[in-house]
């Protein structure tokens, strides 16, 4: 299965991606995740990124593409993949597109996970992500046992420089203009499935599996 899950900053696209991946042992495609792990680790794909995340604005669209078609070519991703915060813009999206044509694949399914600003705002703010495995947590819904430390491996938790209120409203605002647009854009295809992301997070996961069941047939 070739998957996209498509949202907001916050909608829960990061931590429903997981499951996916429990499930279905697809790797997960987070161009979120490969831009901190380029910045963290100060290279030159790093460097170019910084300035663009630190203040909530999108990365070129030619720099993302490029890590992404590098990374779908992988082993990994022949049983399928899920897509988790690309594409972004038209585009991506129109670049993706291409980039499946020339490997003989589709898209089989976008979910779109959709949550209004102010639930955005309220859940990104008390976002905390251990360092070591990338558990996710939130200080009032899913606090770990011990404050600042995994549940799961001991790590460290931290908030993401990006996840401070101004910012989140700048990438609220940057996912109106530039990604929303994204949903008439696989609507018209077909592949669309809408998930309410204001339930809480197992309501949305079984909601999920269930499409994704289904489309297994
Ligand atoms: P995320 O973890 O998906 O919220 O991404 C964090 C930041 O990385 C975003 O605010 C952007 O600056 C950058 N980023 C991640 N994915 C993309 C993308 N597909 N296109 C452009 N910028 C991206």
Redesign the pocket.
């Known amino acids: 299965m070739n998957l996209i899950l498509l949202g907001a900053?916050?909608a829960g696209?990061?931590t429903q991606a997981k499951f996916i991946v429990e499930k279905y042992g697809i790797p997960q495609i987070?161009?979120?995740?490969m831009?901190?792990e380029a910045v963290a680790k100060g290279t030159e794909l790093g460097k170019k990124?910084k300035e663009?995340?630190s203040q909530?604005?999108?990365?070129?669209?030619e720099?993302?593409i490029g890590i992404?078609k590098e990374r779908l070519r992988q082993k990994d991703c022949e049983g399928g993949f899920i897509l988790?915060?690309?594409?972004?813009?038209i585009a991506?999206a129109e670049a993706l597109d291409r980039i499946m044509a020339e490997m003989g694949r589709k898209i089989d399914a976008v979910i779109n996970i959709s949550v209004p600003e102010e639930e955005i705002v309220r859940r990104i703010v008390n976002r905390r992500i251990c360092r070591k495995c990338g558990a996710i947590y939130h200080l009032i819904y899913d606090p770990p046992k011990r404050p600042g430390i995994c549940d799961k491996c001991g790590g460290e938790l931290y908030q993401?420089d990006?996840d401070r209120e101004e910012v989140v409203r700048q990438?609220f605002a940057?996912y109106r203009k530039s990604t929303q647009p994204l949903i008439d854009y696989y609507r018209k295809r077909g592949v669309l499935y809408e998930v309410d992301g204001t339930k809480d997070i197992v309501s949305v996961k079984s909601e999920i599996l269930s499409i994704l069941e289904k489309l297994k047939g």
């Not at 987070?30 to 995740?33: A, F, L, R």
């Not at 988790?84 to 813009?89: E, L, N, Q, S």
Request: net charge positive; no cysteine.
């Open positions: 900053p916050g696209k990061g987070s161009t979120g995740d831009l901190r990124a663009f995340m909530g604005k999108l990365v070129p669209d720099i993302v992404v988790d915060g690309f594409p972004r813009t991506q993401r990006d990438r940057v």
